[in-house]
């Protein structure tokens, strides 16, 4: 059971947008930045969204995020088949004094 | 260019021990804190711990103390994590990442531990 909460599976067409939420506590996402990284099939996570809504170079302006009280989410906007991919959020946990991720959603392009 | 490249694949039997690397380069290796991350099989993502390889202040999750051992050796640039004695529980892909605050920037390409009789 992760400390952060995803959906376990998004999916969308082309095109579309599509978001994905990640619920926390007043002790991580509640009182920390989030964090999001962006995992390919077989390949390394990547960081794709940092400090809530800032995007490390490189990544696309599709890729958006936000963050209110305990929640976060991450927009995906203009989706493309590249885009599948397995997506986890991020935070630091003050009480349990560790980074906790969510359980990841396993994003389909139709 | 920053890079962290990880140590090959590795294939051990329950009770041996087994040191696991990743070397950084393209950036100051000691001003950075380096974690590593777990990956079990078809599941999601674990921290297990970081080091600041500047002075080698380590912080480990509770899940992971005492189970493993974070180091690093700076005048090589690079970080290491280690098991005295694996369990089948060990088979997992392990990532270290450089940590810029509270994310993690740059990863390494992974190394998968499986643990078999």
């Known amino acids: 059971q992760s400390v952060l909460t995803q959906p376990p599976s998004a999916s969308g067409t082309p095109g579309q947008r599509v978001t994905i939420s990640c619920s926390g506590s007043?002790?991580?996402?509640?009182?920390?930045?989030v964090n999001w990284y962006q995992q390919l099939p077989g390949t390394a996570p990547k960081l794709l969204i940092y400090s809530n809504n800032q995007r490390p170079s490189g990544v696309p302006d599709r890729f958006s995020g936000s963050k209110s009280g305990t929640s976060a989410s991450l927009a995906i906007s203009g989706l493309q088949s590249e885009d599948e991919a397995d997506y986890y959020c991020?935070?630091?946990?003050?009480?349990?004094?560790?980074?906790?991720f969510g359980g990841g959603t396993k994003l389909t392009v139709l | 260019e920053v890079q962290l490249v990880q140590s090959g694949a590795e294939v051990k039997k329950p009770g041996e021990s087994l040191k696991i690397s990743c070397k950084g380069s393209g950036y100051s290796f000691t001003s950075y804190w380096i974690g590593w991350v777990r990956q079990m099989p078809g599941k999601g993502l674990e921290w297990m711990g970081i080091?600041?390889?500047?002075?080698?202040?380590?912080r480990y999750s509770p899940s992971f103390q005492g189970q493993v051992t974070i180091s690093a050796d700076k005048s090589i640039s690079t970080a290491y994590l280690q098991w005295s004695s694996l369990k089948a529980s060990d088979t997992a892909m392990y990532y270290c990442?450089?940590?810029?605050?509270?994310?993690?920037?740059?990863w390494g390409q992974g190394t998968l531990v499986t643990v078999s009789s």
């Open positions: 991020a935070a630091w946990d003050d009480s349990l004094m560790v980074e906790v």
């Open positions: 990442a450089r940590q810029e605050g509270t994310y993690g920037d740059y």
């Open positions: 007043s002790s991580n996402i509640g009182s920390n930045t």
């Open positions: 080091i600041y390889p500047g002075d080698s202040d380590t």
